[in-house]
Nanobody
Framework: VQLQASGGGLVQAGGSLRLSCTAS????????VGWFSQTPGKERKFVAA????????NYADSVKGRFTVSRDDAKNTAYLQMNDLRPEDTAVYYC?????????????????WGQGTLVTVSS
């Protein structure tokens, strides 16, 4: 599976961005998709995940109420809508796919990773 993340950029605090993760190489509907963030010198941190069946979704407490994860299996794409962004959200955001299909928070459960897209939130 190849994953391509896009949509990062520079935004002011309080602004919004929508990240996209497009997959190829395997039926997208069979995969759970997770989003993780990483800052220099730190481990990847769970942000959100959506199971292969769609309705099962998990969020990190820090993003609940601000971020929304969704998927469009017809387009082989998952999305992370990020609203009310804060400077502490600044990170490289990675999407990942899990053949197990569940919206797990554990990075090691994911089988494939995209290249990351940088989100910078200015104060």
């Amino acid at each position: 599976v190849q994953l391509q993340a896009s949509g990062g950029g520079l935004v002011q605090a309080g602004g919004s961005l929508r990240l996209s993760c497009t997959a190829s190489g395997r039926p997208f509907g069979h995969l759970a998709v997770g989003w993780f963030s990483q800052t220099p010198g730190k481990e990847r941190k769970f942000v959100a995940a959506i199971a292969k069946n769609g309705p099962t979704i998990n969020y990190a407490d820090s993003v609940k109420g601000r971020f929304t994860v969704s998927r469009d299996d017809a387009k082989n794409t998952a999305y992370l809508q990020m609203n009310d962004l804060r400077p502490e959200d600044t990170a490289v955001y990675y999407c990942a796919a899990d053949l197990g299909g569940w919206a797990t928070e554990t990075a090691s459960d994911y089988d494939w990773w995209g290249q990351g897209t940088l989100v910078t939130v200015s104060s």
